[in-house]
């Protein structure tokens, strides 16, 4: 019996050697980090993160971490039956699985079943490893990791059929990258209307003290004080865009979420008035909180904030420092962050956060607006189911969307105290009523819509007026190596993915505007350019030289719009909104590099590149080569201009776009080449790749069939001789594994048979 024991023992031994060896070679990457995987569950989204072992105090000198999560991605809808009797019952909007968003039933794409999805916060440097597992029914998917720029791994920057092919539905791709970049960033899907129904969430990246510029103007930075808006509609995102681009629909969002939920009232019998939760966030007198602020939006929507009796103090921007300067209110744009500094110097109590939209949010059209609540540790304030009563009316539908009714929830059993909707215990609200109306905070303002430098900065205070705390590089030398004029605009041709040309319009008013750079749509290839870089045919890349005898400024022209850049070259870009079309504003966002803000102004109600060209060659343009603000998203005044630079070194394919989820679906978006092919890293082991089918032999479909006969049959005679249905071509030594086969079928069955 023994002896039988070490036949099978040295049969199966070359197989255990194998797996030792390769558990070996793959664990030299890793042998100078400590593991931390961390096998997460479907938590409620406020309980999750900070159970996490990455989120921590960030000390000087410790060994990076790596740092694991699974995002399960899916089909999904609010208001579930997980959400059992939310929002009578205030506890049962905070269960397991329940997205309640703002009330309104929609289908949505949650991540482990939350809106935001889970937040990610490490230290710099730490290793971050995200297995993002599609269990969408028929959706491919990517995750973009906003503000990191994936220096010496571009491959992970997530965007469809540049960096990487789409994530096909039930399978699984792992992103791993370092947290190079500090500060507050975000994560989201770069995949259709995705971002929109609610693939998002917080990145945060923190230092140690010791390199925080900044540490002396705070007490505290916590999980519960990240902030995450983004305009909300009450249809899927593809459903809004098909009806806006194909139809007489609308592109104006009617309400903004902070952290996922929204007011909205639920009316019963007539009388009976509940509100959703609010999102809230809880100081304590005498003590100085840092707040980050991320804008997911997707449409024209810039956000204005403030708090009640409360002044903000920025103190960075995309995850880059500046100097503190303080204001009454902070405009941000889609992709934009900002941090900044309260002061909790008030009469305990409770306050508004007020959230106006503007541009396609404003009192033009739906008003979209949210409030949250800051409470005072220490403060209660009890209010009765009578007192309740007295305060509900009915309201229509709109009056409902459009203001906070003074009231509370009628089920105030629970004692729940967690990091986004603070003590559940007191769910009352500010004595004052709070809408859209009498939300404007007067006084000085960061980031205003469409000014410039011109602007008065005892009211306005626009990007260019803040001052990075980052010393001089070679991004404000006097002169760039290249630069480009980036021009765009809403245009009137005729966009073939809309309608064809000469169709009649019924409706001229609701005729689409196209949105271009330089007159081009980007036509993404049907393979990603970075990762199978080698298969780019010549010729393929356009800019607006190349198409220069189309016409496009007329005709509908659209291709794979992009630039070559060397490496290690100082770019400017001078991007202008001509505005000729209509009042509007874009945020853009370039992966892979941040910039400096160098200049910024509006001219006019509209501007052509020509006069900007005139206006630099008479020195009117007037850079900050001294100080200059770094982020990685900005806007330009409409009829106006921005400057950028950028130092290109990091090579890869890189994409610049608007931030407007629309926009960019439509074409507005550019890549720029970084590098010669061999410059850019190589491609990792067995990394995925697509791309279209179309053999050229129609006539294979025959041999096919015959071999697809009695597969059973054909696999094991494969599995001991040469089947004729395989390749006599591919030249392919396989005796080896014949033998192999054989040793491993005779082992299995003397291991069955006990041997």
Request: a negative charge; charged letters at 20%; proline letters at 5%.
């Amino acid at each position: 019996m023994k002896n039988k024991q070490l036949v099978v023992v040295l049969l199966l031994l070359p197989l255990i050697a194998f797996n030792v060896t390769f558990v070996l070679s793959h664990s030299n990457n890793i042998q100078e980090l400590e593991v931390l995987k961390v096998h997460q569950k479907h938590y409620n989204y406020k309980f999750e993160e900070e159970s996490h072992p990455c989120t921590r105090k960030c000390i000087l000198g410790e060994k990076p971490k790596i740092c694991q999560y699974n995002f399960t991605i899916e089909n999904y809808y609010t208001m579930t039956k997980a959400c059992h009797a939310c929002p009578k019952n205030i506890t049962d909007c905070f269960r397991t699985d329940c997205i309640f968003a703002d009330g309104k039933e929609r289908g949505v794409v949650g991540v482990n079943r939350k809106i935001p999805g889970p937040s990610i916060e490490v230290c710099q440097n730490d290793i971050i490893v995200v297995d993002v597992k599609n269990q969408m029914m028929s959706e491919g998917v990517t995750i973009h990791w906003h503000g990191q720029h994936m220096l010496e791994t571009p491959y992970m920057d997530g965007v469809p059929y540049v960096t990487q092919c789409p994530i096909l539905p039930r399978t699984t791709f792992r992103y791993t990258f370092k947290a190079a970049q500090a500060g507050t960033h975000f994560w989201h899907s770069h995949t259709g209307m995705q971002r929109t129904d609610g693939c998002f969430g917080p990145l945060i990246v923190r230092i140690p003290d010791e390199e925080n510029p900044h540490d002396p103007q705070y007490d505290f930075d916590l999980s519960a004080h990240i902030i995450v808006l983004i305009d909300w509609e009450h249809v899927t995102g593809i459903e809004k865009f098909l009806y806006h681009h194909h139809s007489i629909g609308d592109n104006k969002p009617p309400v903004i979420l902070v952290n996922g939920m929204g007011k909205s009232a639920i009316v019963e019998n007539n009388k009976t008035l509940y509100e959703m939760p609010l999102a809230r966030f809880s100081v304590e007198q005498g003590y100085r909180y840092r707040f980050r602020v991320i804008n997911a939006g997707f449409l024209n929507c810039p956000i204005e904030m403030s708090v009640d009796n409360h002044t903000i103090k920025v103190i960075s921007t995309d995850g880059n420092d500046v100097s503190p300067i303080e204001a009454d209110s902070l405009v941000t744009y889609a992709g934009e962050r900002f941090d900044f500094v309260l002061s909790a110097d008030q009469p305990k109590a409770l306050y508004w956060m007020r959230f106006r939209g503007l541009m396609d949010c404003d009192e033009r059209y739906k008003k979209a607006f949210q409030v949250a609540v800051l409470e005072y540790q220490g403060y209660s304030r009890k209010v009765t189911g009578n007192d309740v009563a007295e305060n509900v009316t009915e309201s229509t539908d709109d009056e409902l969307s459009n203001n906070v009714v003074d009231t509370v929830f009628h089920n105030n059993n629970s004692n729940i105290n967690n990091r986004w909707f603070g003590n559940l215990e007191n769910d009352d609200f500010p004595n004052s009523i709070a809408n859209y109306d009498n939300s404007i905070r007067e006084g000085k303002q960061i980031n205003s819509l469409n000014w410039g430098t011109e602007a008065d900065t005892n009211v306005h205070i626009t990007i260019p007026k803040l001052s990075s705390v980052q010393k001089w590089d070679h991004r404000l030398k006097l002169k760039p190596d290249y630069q480009f004029y980036l021009a765009y605009d809403f245009y009137t041709i005729d966009n073939k993915h809309f309608y064809g040309p000469g169709y009649e319009f019924r409706n001229v008013s609701a005729r689409v505007l196209t949105p271009q750079i330089n007159h081009i749509s980007m036509k993404m290839p049907n393979f990603p350019l970075l990762s199978q870089r080698n298969e780019v045919p010549k010729n393929m890349f356009c800019t607006e030289e190349t198409v220069k005898g189309e016409n496009c400024s007329k005709t509908y022209c659209e291709c794979p719009h992009v630039y070559q850049i060397p490496v290690n070259s100082l770019v400017e870009l001078i991007i202008v909104d001509e505005g000729f079309a209509y009042n509007a504003n874009h945020p853009l966002h370039l992966h892979g590099y941040s910039f400096r803000v160098v200049a910024m102004e509006r001219v006019g109600e509209n501007v052509t590149v020509a006069q900007i060209k005139q206006k630099d060659k008479k020195g009117l343009i007037k850079r900050n080569l001294l100080d200059a603000p770094v982020k990685d998203t900005v806007t330009v005044p409409d009829g106006g201009y921005t400057v950028v630079r950028f130092q290109a070194t990091n090579p890869g394919f890189w994409m610049f776009h608007c931030h407007l989820e629309f926009h960019a679906e439509i074409g507005m978006a550019l890549v720029f080449k970084i590098g010669e092919n061999d410059e850019m890293p190589p491609v990792p082991e067995g990394f995925p790749r697509c791309g279209n089918y179309i053999p050229s032999n129609i006539s294979w479909g025959e041999k096919q069939t015959e071999c697809s006969r009695n597969f059973i049959v054909n696999q094991l005679e494969t599995l001991f001789f040469k089947h004729s249905c395989q390749s006599e071509t591919s030249g392919t030594d396989v005796s080896h594994f014949k033998y192999r086969n054989v040793i491993i079928v005779f082992a299995t069955i003397l291991a069955i048979l006990g041997y």
